[in-house]
């Protein structure tokens, strides 16, 4: 049974940076979508960037050119920088995995298999 675990969540002023992990990926990667995804206090699940079986990757507008999610093959796992970080990055952070391999994208419907997230805190 999959069980996909997150890493790396924490506080950081705003402008600084985090790494998070998602380990239990291995065997999976490549035959199914992965994405991270997040939600803030108050708010619905939103999805931060996904990864295709072909190796695409796909970012959400406001996090475009700061995150980026990455596959670390010692681990293994799967990453995501976070750069240049704003409050608005504020939430909880899930690892997610798809029902598909195709089509991956950042609708929440698209992944069954879900982390107990990290949360990451961005203080002005």
């Known amino acids: 049974q999959v069980r996909l675990t997150e890493y790396g969540g924490g506080s950081v002023q705003a402008g600084g940076s985090l790494r998070l992990s998602c380990t239990g990926t291995?065997?999976?990667?490549?035959?199914?979508?992965f994405a991270w995804f997040r939600q803030a206090p108050g708010e619905e699940r939103e999805g931060v960037t996904a990864?295709?079986?072909?190796?695409?990757?796909i970012y959400a507008s406001p996090v475009k050119g700061r995150f980026t999610m990455a596959e670390d093959n010692a681990r293994p796992a799967l990453t995501l920088q976070m750069n240049s970080l704003k409050p608005e990055d504020t939430g909880m952070y899930y690892c997610?995995?798809?029902?598909?391999?195709?089509?991956?994208?950042?609708?929440?419907?698209?992944?069954?298999?879900w982390g107990q997230g990290t949360e990451v805190t961005v203080s002005s």
């Open positions: 997610a995995r798809g029902t598909r391999f195709d089509d991956c994208n950042l609708f929440e419907g698209t992944y069954n298999v």
């Open positions: 291995r065997h999976y990667v490549g035959n199914y979508c």
């Open positions: 990864l295709g079986t072909d190796g695409s990757l």
